[in-house]
């Protein structure tokens, strides 16, 4: 079992940055593919970014793809989500969630562990 905590999200203008990240404890994070997903107000739960076991592959929804990078740090059980290029349509509250398949999954329910969640707020 891991548990997963998100923090670095915050409020920002259109066309700022922000880096999430993602503290894994308990199992080592390494065990598991990462993504992360985010939900706006209204809205269903969204996929956002998926990287593999050992970080060498990573996959994106195309809302994000060219502004947002998934990196893991597996030494320090770590998961990130760099976000530049952010629009008012971002703001929802992300989670980053852990999945022991190492097969690609943009749905949820694949997903076996999830954090808390950080709300991220683009203002216009």
């Known amino acids: 079992q891991v548990q997963l905590v998100e923090s670095g999200g915050g409020l920002v203008q259109d066309g700022g940055s922000l880096r999430l990240s993602c503290a894994a404890s308990?199992?080592?994070?390494?065990?598991?593919?990462m993504g992360w997903f985010r939900q706006a107000p209204g809205k269903k739960r969204e996929f956002v970014a998926h990287?593999?076991?050992?970080?060498?592959?990573?996959y994106y929804s195309d809302s994000v793809k060219g502004r947002f990078t998934i990196s893991r740090d597996n030494a320090k059980n770590m998961v990130y989500l760099q976000m530049n290029s952010l629009k008012p349509e971002d703001t929802a509250v992300y989670y980053c969630?852990?999945?022991?398949?190492?097969?690609?999954?943009?749905?949820?329910?694949?997903?076996?562990?999830w954090g808390q969640g950080t709300q991220v707020t683009v203002s216009s």
């Open positions: 969630a852990a999945d022991l398949s190492p097969i690609i999954a943009t749905n949820s329910q694949s997903y076996d562990y």
């Open positions: 308990g199992r080592t994070v390494s065990t598991y593919a």
């Open positions: 990287i593999s076991k050992n970080g060498a592959f990573t």
